[in-house]
């Protein structure tokens, strides 16, 4: 992020996102501002509060890809929710509060893994050891070492003050222990020459598909609804026996795996003894503070009141109940308190009945920066399809090659596609991009079905192989079920 100049982030979101430059251009001033506020000083840092987004774009133009692709640049802690599935405190519904918690569930989940990531290699070395003493046991002794005299020459040593110990005895007991001595020294020689041997295979591979038995955490746990002062919320069963005070040992069983999968098992064991959980929760609590994003969809339809005459649950009531969290409160989670002053808010919506002046004012203020996308053209359809890293020419030419089918497909053919949806969207429902999901999944069904069938593995896809394939379904109007 401290890297990042506006105007690179607008280039990296472009990566993946056609046009939609002024969406872009707001969220890359609210990233960069936040690097801007971290480098204040402390008494006027805590008065910087985000500058919310709101933004107004039918379906499918890239709203929540623009929100996503940011968090992914900033390495932040990043939900969406949908505003629909709140209701007024007090009613039977998820409550707005829940949103902060799963942003701090996921805020955790980051910083573990980045944790898990910087001991990895000490935790796979662990669980190779692990593995090792499983596949090849050291020698077990049934007494320490220094207990291999009798009882008699002890008594002697200890208490040879009282009884005396004859200087020839003492000598003759020496050399009987420095013969067993030495052959006990060769043989835990070997066994760490075998040992060390065992390791090196392990790590090459070479006993990746040895089966070995080993005790695996009980990592299923069924969720149970836990009634707290904050709402309903889920809580796992460990979360629960941790609540407890950890009442008891996490359960174990025997499995029988391969080593390869073991060393993954086991090193994911090893890496959570090695960190500290404390320090996790502490900086995942610091970045859901700090840098989190929640992106709320779907606010148009908690807009306005749409007739009646008082408020409605699921519209004013709930845009009240988001009030404070935009504004800033703590939210109590069971990771401890969460402060909301400074989270990224960016709300979404159509407004194509409702009005972004249809919210409450005090709302509307808190979202001050408001970005309108544009709806796409057959041209935007065109680099869709051909531009981005994750264009979806691409991923279909990708999926097919996994058959060994090698599909190649024209310029023209792309250009009919954009053509064939736009028109599509024109006819029915405008669905944005979503629409070349349907046009693609249509077009390639029948490759899709007989690909691992065919003997002819290379097929070219122009013009009118396009038309011949969808032009009388679009007459038809017949794309409901395709679409997504």
């Keep these: 992020m401290q890297a990042l100049t506006p105007s690179q982030i607008v280039a990296e979101l472009d990566k993946y996102i056609v046009g939609q430059r002024d969406a872009k251009r707001a969220v890359a001033v609210a990233l960069r501002d936040r690097y801007r506020r971290s480098r204040l000083p402390d008494d006027l840092r805590d008065e910087v509060i985000p500058k919310n987004i709101l933004m107004i774009g039918p379906t499918g133009v890239g709203k929540t890809e623009v929100a996503r692709r940011l968090a992914g640049l900033a390495r932040a802690p990043f939900i969406k929710v949908e505003a629909t599935k709140f209701t007024e405190v007090g009613y039977v519904g998820r409550d707005v509060d829940s949103m902060v918690r799963d942003l701090t569930q996921v805020a955790v989940r980051i910083v573990e893994a980045e944790r898990y990531a910087e001991v990895e290699e000490q935790a796979r070395e662990r669980a190779i050891d692990r593995i090792v003493d499983i596949m090849r046991p050291a020698k077990r002794r049934n007494r320490p070492d220094g207990e291999e005299h009798d009882t008699a020459d002890m008594f002697r040593q200890a208490f040879g003050s009282f009884f005396g110990s004859p200087a020839a005895a003492a000598t003759e007991n020496q050399i009987e222990a420095e013969p067993e001595a030495e052959d006990e020294s060769r043989q835990r020689a070997r066994m760490e020459r075998i040992r060390a041997k065992a390791r090196e295979q392990i790590r090459s591979g070479a006993l990746d598909e040895e089966k070995i038995s080993i005790d695996v955490e009980q990592s299923q746990t069924p969720f149970v609804q ?86 409605d649950v699921s519209r004013e009531g709930v845009q009240r109940d988001l009030l404070p969290i935009i504004e800033g409160s703590t939210v109590a989670t069971k990771h401890g308190p969460v402060r909301t002053n400074h989270v990224l808010f960016i709300a979404a919506g159509a407004f194509h009945v409702s009005k972004p002046s249809d919210l409450i004012p005090e709302l509307q203020g808190r979202l001050p920066i408001r970005v309108e996308l544009e709806s796409l053209t057959e041209a935007d359809f065109i680099r869709i399809l051909t531009e981005p890293r994750n264009a979806l020419v691409r991923q279909y030419v990708a999926l097919l090659a996994t058959e060994g089918l090698t599909i190649e497909i024209t310029e023209c053919a792309v250009a ?27 077009l390639l069904e029948e490759l899709s079905f007989e690909a691992p069938d065919m003997d002819e593995k290379s097929v070219l896809i122009d013009e009118a192989y396009v038309k011949d394939k969808l032009e009388k379904i679009v007459k038809d109007e017949d794309l409901s079920r395709y679409i997504l």
């Design 226 to 311: 836990v009634f707290s002062p904050q709402g309903v919320e889920e809580m796992g069963l460990g979360d629960l026996q941790s609540a407890l005070g950890n009442m008891g040992n996490r359960g174990k069983k025997p499995r029988l795996v391969t080593v390869k999968e073991a060393c993954k098992i086991l090193t994911q064991e090893e890496a959570k003894n090695l960190v500290d959980h404390d320090s996790i929760i502490r900086e995942a609590v610091d970045r859901a503070e700090q840098t989190g994003i929640i992106f709320i969809d779907e606010v148009d339809k908690i807009a306005g009141r749409e007739g009646g005459s008082g408020p």
């Design 416 to 442: 009919e596609i954009a053509k064939i949806a736009a028109q599509v969207n024109r006819q029915s429902e405008n669905i944005g991009a979503r629409r070349l999901h349907t046009v693609m999944e249509r």
